[in-house]
């Protein structure tokens, strides 16, 4: 009886066993699965397309050569600015000809045709707003049909309709009218929802302020 319970009992337990799935994990803990994942492929520029041997350019960092004067301490009557500007109209005419690549960078064959980058026809960047004169076409009158419209109905007459109705900015109605009662409600009500906040959004906020308070003081 004793060895037919003990037969039931491992049965038993290597069906439990064999229900379980079945999962492999695998490390990079040997050396030649190290090498495996070091076996990347060759950079394009080291695998030129055509058979024949080449060179390829890939000069260390150094430091720029020392008989080099740079174009701003060369004295005005100097031969060298001439060179300079002849060679930067002549490999700017040579970019914009071919539309090839620019300077050639580290790594790059160096029977790759490359040419020296346009120079740019401007100094500062394209601004991202559209150049604009301000406006000083408000009279007294205008200032106060302003000062009344938000005085008599603040919801409806806001900074964003008056500066439409006027053609002004809304920084330029805030300094001329402001409806406080409005933002007493405002803050009221924002007020009410701070109180509804729970610890760790109360708590977060406050070390939000926190930070803000630390940013001048980094500085």
């Known amino acids: 009886m004793s060895t037919c319970k003990t037969l039931v009992r491992v049965c038993l337990r290597q069906t439990q066993s064999s229900l379980l799935p079945f999962t492999q994990c ?17 950079a394009p520029s080291y695998t030129p397309n055509r058979t024949e041997p080449t060179l390829v350019f890939n000069p260390p ?17 100097d031969s060298r600015r001439k060179l300079y500007t002849t060679a930067l109209h002549r490999s700017t005419s ?15 064959p160096l029977h790759t045709p490359s040419h020296l980058p346009p120079r740019p026809t401007a100094a500062l960047p394209v601004p991202v707003r559209a150049p604009y004169e301000k406006k000083y076409h408000l009279t007294d009158k ?8 938000r005085t008599q109905d603040p919801w409806k007459w806001t900074r964003v309709k008056l500066a439409e109705k006027f053609g002004c900015s809304q920084f330029f109605v ?35 302020g926190r930070r803000k308070e630390a940013w001048g003081r980094d500085a």
């Open 26 to 42: 695998r490390h990079e803990s040997t050396t030649r699965r190290h090498k495996k994942l070091l076996a990347l492929p060759e």
């Open 61 to 77: 960092s150094a430091a720029p050569n020392v008989y080099h004067t740079p174009l701003k301490f060369l004295p005005k009557d």
């Open 94 to 108: 040579a970019a914009l000809s071919h539309k090839s690549s620019p300077i050639a960078s580290p790594g790059t």
């Open 142 to 149: 205008d200032i106060a049909d302003m000062r009344r419209l």
């Open 174 to 208: 805030g300094m001329c009218v402001q409806a406080r009662e409005k933002a007493r409600s405002v803050e009221q009500g924002h007020a009410e929802k701070r109180g509804r906040w729970g610890r760790k959004k109360r708590e977060a906020r406050e070390d939000r």
